[in-house]
Structures are given as structure tokens and as C-alpha cells.
């Protein structure tokens, strides 16, 4: 059994409290450095795929998660980052290290003139609200043509540092992975700040929240932006890697998708979100494998691969709803206090002690 | 000196009248206690000093400032913390982060600073936890630090709620009901931490409470609410004899 004895106050604000864990992540990273000496294109460029929806589900689970608004537009922020990036460094010529962080900026901004009409709303409403806005950034996309090319889209060419191109799947993959190293770090600090426990104090209760001092409608708005920059950054990632920008990359399907993730991952936490968005990458790359194994009667069917989503999400909801990351918490449990597990140690118990609000 | 004054609040919903004509004031550093029978207006009054309802009329003075028509979240900054009748708790979050949540009023860094978590951060949120400490240790909450909300007795989670509401460092503590679900072990821990908090962190306290004992043994002041408004108002002792209070209680006499 694994015990830990803090002296300091120091210990809670760690980033890793075990030293172990120090080790388990170096060891992971120096995996993740050395995978493409073994690995071919076809994978790196998936995992590279993964790294950028990881960005994006770590902010949508600063929002959904953490902050329990749901959004179900985040592919026009990703649409903003991309076309941001592909505005300022195609048509424009700028350099990409700043249209980059404009990218984020830009989706930010856009977050900002969502969430102030969107205060109001919560649960459904939200989730529709922000879908009409997925759908009106879809259709201006197709509209402005000066500036996102229309239906023909944008060619958009990797970036570089001074006379070193990031031309190379490889390359590109260690920017990717720094920039989610980056990221991580970042929402670690959120969760250990202030700010976090407002987001998620938020969540749990609003009149609580509000009774301690917590401006709600500004811990939401900071949710938005804050989301809405990451997935910015990752739509600027994005567009890249597939040297390309168009309409079709940004539809519902993708929010949906970004939902999943973090659903499947693990609400509220950042290794769901990593999990969440390398598994749903992987599970879609999995279904393309495995084609031919299945009926053509099935697989030929539109929307085959949304269908599966569908079904994983449901069973998740309803056998898992911690999602992966709660499985590796019961696992990681189970080591821990090893001779002293039992079966029924997380069996959920159905209280029926419930608050009454005052909304 | 009087800390909270409260004059003819009224409030209505729709054509109910959950208070009507409500005035008392509360002298700093004694417990005083609302009493009344159920929808008497109690936790009515609550929300309204809270902000969370608007009230129809009147006002309410903390310090002689009004507070009237202030948003609900600017409250707790002039110094009134509260605990809700059925706890109203962070409930995935552990009981540290939970408490943590009662500095946050007192935070000077903003969200940029926290996302880079820069050393002001650092030195803020560990001058946070040794306050938090403090308070742990003021209610034997040690053995539940890192446990979630969720999972705990009743008991334990009204603690935690009222170390919650005194992260705040409040000058004005209003009690929703804090022996409503509690055994009458707690109950007893729970007087006698109204009057540490009243005694040794001089803080002034507001109750709405239905058992009897508990208001006569920790309350100076009582005020009885019936249907919303004052029926009686000054030492506990009177109170509980005025016969309006014996009528709205116990009944007409046969």
C-alpha cells in the first residue's frame, strides 16, 4: 500500500507528488521522442493527429468539463484557428510563429462574443445556442471568400525556424508534441488555481459558488475564452498538418467528435482528455483499418463511423461514465491498496439526499 | 454596535407574500437567532441578504452600508459568509478544495498569473492552505482532506460547508438550519463551535434554527417569524415565553 506523508504545503501544490510519476511521465515522453525512429509516416502522422485533438479536448474540458457548459460548436473555433493561420500566412505572407498565437487570440475573441449572449443559457439551450454558432462560422467560411478562399479552401505550407523546415512528418510531430507538453502544463496550473476550483465550483453549484465571492458570469465568460484559445491554437496546429483548409474539415460531426472525446476520456480531467482524443483518433483510424472485415452492407452505409462513436459514447455513459480515465483511477486503486480491494470498493451508491436550489 | 439592520424587507412571489414588513438588527458579536414554523419566511430572509433574491421593499445595512440590490456575488466581500439548509457543497471536489474555495475572495492574482501559475500565485495559494489548516484543524476536519464531498456523512459535509463559509474570514456568519440532519452528537459539537467562532474569531452570527435547544443555548437574540412577518423580537428568554411564539408553534389553546 502506498502512502504519502506531506510535511509541507509545498507537496499539495506539486505537479507530480510521487517521484514515481516523475519517472512513469520522463519515460513516456523520451517514448514519445524516440517513436518516430521506429515508427512509419502513417502512424506519426496519426499520433501527430491525436496531439492536436488532445489541445482540443484539454480546452473543451475546461468548459464542458470543469465549467459544465456544454458547447457543441468547438469546430468553429478550430475553423477560426485553421483559417486564422491560413489567412495570415498564405494571403498576408506573415510568418506562422505569430499568426499562431493570433490563431488562438482570434478564436478567444470569438469565444468572448459567444459566451456574453450565451450567459443565460445553460444544458440544452447552450448546447444549441452554440451549435448555431458552429453552423453561421460554417456559412460564412463558404461566403467570405477574400479572405478563407470559399468552397476552394486554402493551401497553407508547414512553418519554419529560420533555415529549418518543419516540411517533415517528423518534424512536425515534435512541434505537435511540445505544444500539448505546453498545454498540459497549463491546464495542470488551472486546476490548481484559483481559477480552476471557481470553474468547477461553478459547476457543482452556482448559489454556492456565488455566496463565496465567485462573479458567475465572469468565471464563465473566462471558461469560454480560455477553451476557446486552445482549440484556436489547435486549429492553427491543424491546418499544417494537412496543408489545407476548407469548408468540410468543420462540420457538427467534428463538434460531436470533440464531445466524445472528452465524454470518453473523462470529464473534468486532463489525463480523460488525452486519453479521450487519442482513442477516439485511433478507434476512427481502427474502423478504417477493419473495413474490410465488416459487411459491406454495413460499411457501405453513410455515416457508419459516426454510428460507432455513437455506440462507444452510449456504452461509456452507461457502464463507465468516469470515462477511460476513471477505469485507470480504479486501476491504479486497485495497486495501491492491493491486498485490501474490493469488488464493490466504487460500486455507485444511490443517495437520494439532494439539495434543493435556488435558481 | 449594530452590524446587520434590516428594515421592512418585503418580498413576494407572484401574489405569495414570503415576507412582509421584516425589521431586526443584529449587535456585533452576539449569536442571534431566527425561529419560526415551516415557510415562516426564514430562508426567504437568507436569500435576500444574500442578494440572490431581489428584494420588493425595504433595506438591509451591513455596517451602516446598504447592501440592498447588490449582486450576490459582491456580498461575501463586504464580509457576510453563509451555509445553506442542505448543504450546498462542491460535491467532486475534495473537502481541501472545497475550503480553498472560501479564499477566493481574498485572491490578488488574476487568470493569466494562474494560468503560468507565477510565484505570487504560489505564495498566495500557500498562504491560502495555511489559513485553510487553520480551519481544519478548528473543526477536526484532518482525517477528510483529500477525501471528495460526495462520499461523506451528512455531518461531516455540514462541517466542511461551515469550515467553507469561514475561509472566508467573515465578519457576519449566517447559519441556514445547522442541526437540521445532524445526531444530536453533532448537534452538540456544532453549539459549541457557535460559540468558539462567536468567542475566540469574534465573528457575529445569524441562525435560523427549529430546534429549541440549540437556539436557547447559543442564542442571545431571537427573533420569531410567522407567515413572514416579526411576531416577537428581543432576549432569547422572552421569546420562547411570548405567547404569540407559544401560539405559532404549538397552536391556539382549546
Not at chain 1, 162 to 167: E, I, R, V, Y
Not at chain 1, 309 to 337: A, D, H, S, T
Not at chain 2, 140 to 150: C, F
Amino acid at each position: 500500500m502506498r502512502f504519502k506523508l506531506k510535511k509541507t504545503y509545498m507537496e499539495d501544490l506539486k505537479l507530480f507528488p510521487y517521484k514515481a510519476d516523475m519517472a512513469w511521465y520522463g519515460l513516456l515522453l523520451m517514448t514519445l521522442l524516440l517513436f518516430p525512429l521506429v515508427a512509419g509516416h502513417y502512424w506519426i502522422y496519426n499520433l501527430t493527429l491525436a496531439g492536436i485533438y488532445c489541445i482540443v479536448s484539454l480546452g473543451l474540458n475546461i468548459l464542458t468539463g470543469s465549467t459544465g457548459q456544454i458547447s457543441l460548436g468547438h469546430a468553429a473555433f478550430f475553423a477560426i484557428g485553421a483559417y486564422a493561420v491560413g489567412y495570415l500566412t498564405t494571403i498576408l505572407g506573415w510568418s506562422y510563429w505569430i499568426a499562431l498565437p493570433l490563431a488562438g487570440v482570434a478564436a478567444a475573441v470569438s469565444g468572448l462574443m459567444v459566451a456574453v449572449p450565451a450567459l443565460r443559457l445553460s444544458g440544452l439551450y447552450l448546447a444549441i445556442a452554440t451549435m448555431g454558432f458552429g453552423f453561421i462560422v460554417e456559412q460564412v467560411i463558404v461566403q467570405w471568400k477574400g479572405v478563407t478562399g470559399g468552397a476552394n479552401g486554402l493551401l497553407i505550407n508547414r512553418p519554419s525556424i529560420g533555415s529549418w523546415h518543419l516540411t517533415s512528418d517528423n518534424s512536425y510531430y515534435y512541434l505537435v508534441i511540445a505544444m500539448v507538453a505546453i498545454f498540459v502544463l497549463l491546464t495542470k496550473n488551472l486546476t490548481r488555481s484559483p481559477a480552476g476550483r471557481a470553474f468547477v465550483a461553478v459547476r457543482d453549484s452556482e448559489v454556492a459558488a456565488q455566496t463565496m465571492g465567485v462573479p458567475l458570469a465572469r468565471v464563465k465568460v473566462q471558461a469560454f475564452v480560455v477553451s476557446a484559445f486552445y482549440t484556436g491554437i489547435a486549429g492553427g496546429l491543424f491546418a499544417p498538418l494537412i496543408n489545407f483548409v476548407g469548408p468540410d474539415n468543420f462540420t457538427i460531426v467534428e463538434s460531436i467528435n470533440f464531445i466524445v472525446m472528452i465524454i470518453v476520456g473523462g470529464l473534468g480531467s486532463v489525463h480523460g482528455s488525452i486519453f479521450g482524443a487519442v482513442f477516439i483518433t485511433l478507434l476512427s483510424e481502427f474502423i478504417r483499418i477493419s473495413k474490410d472485415l465488416i459487411p459491406a452492407f454495413l460499411r457501405e452505409q453513410v455515416g457508419f463511423q459516426t454510428a460507432v462513436y455513437g455506440l462507444v459514447l452510449m456504452l461509456f455513459i452507461l457502464f463507465e461514465p468516469m470515462g477511460i480515465y476513471g477505469r485507470w483511477l480504479k486501476l491504479k486503486y486497485l495497486f495501491q491498496v492491493f491486498p485490501l480491494y474490493r469488488k464493490d470498493t466504487f460500486r455507485r451508491v444511490r443517495r437520494f439526499q439532494r439539495s434543493e436550489r435556488t435558481r | 454596535m449594530v452590524l446587520l439592520e434590516i428594515q421592512d424587507v418585503e418580498k413576494q412571489f407572484g401574489g405569495l407574500t414570503a415576507l412582509s414588513g421584516v425589521s431586526l438588527e443584529v449587535e456585533k458579536g452576539e449569536a442571534h437567532a431566527i425561529i419560526g414554523p415551516n415557510g415562516a419566511g426564514k430562508s426567504t430572509l437568507f436569500n435576500c441578504i444574500n442578494g440572490i433574491y431581489p428584494v420588493d421593499g425595504g433595506k438591509i445595512r451591513f455596517k451602516g452600508k446598504e447592501i440592498t440590490g447588490l449582486a450576490p456575488h459582491k456580498i461575501p466581500k463586504l464580509g457576510i459568509a453563509r451555509t445553506f439548509q442542505n448543504v450546498e457543497l462542491f460535491r467532486n471536489a475534495t473537502v481541501l478544495n472545497n475550503i480553498l474555495l472560501g479564499r477566493y475572495m481574498h485572491k490578488r492574482t488574476h487568470l493569466l498569473s494562474e494560468t503560468l501559475f507565477l510565484p505570487s500565485v504560489k505564495k498566495q495559494e500557500l498562504a491560502a492552505r495555511r489559513k485553510v489548516e487553520e480551519i481544519v484543524d478548528f473543526l477536526d476536519l484532518q482525517a477528510y482532506r483529500e477525501r471528495i464531498v460526495a462520499e461523506l456523512p451528512f455531518g461531516i459535509q455540514k462541517s466542511v460547508e461551515l469550515a467553507r463559509a469561514l475561509a472566508l474570514e467573515p465578519e457576519l456568519l449566517l447559519l441556514d438550519e445547522p442541526s437540521s440532519g445532524l445526531n444530536p452528537e453533532e448537534t452538540q459539537d456544532f453549539c459549541f463551535w457557535i460559540e468558539d467562532i462567536k468567542e475566540e474569531l469574534g465573528i457575529t452570527i445569524l441562525l435560523v434554527e427549529h430546534d429549541m435547544r440549540v437556539v436557547t443555548e447559543v442564542a442571545e437574540r431571537t427573533t420569531a417569524l410567522d407567515f413572514g412577518s416579526v411576531i416577537a423580537d428581543g432576549k432569547t428568554e422572552e421569546v420562547r415565553r411570548h405567547p404569540e411564539v407559544i401560539r405559532a408553534f404549538l397552536g391556539e389553546e382549546g
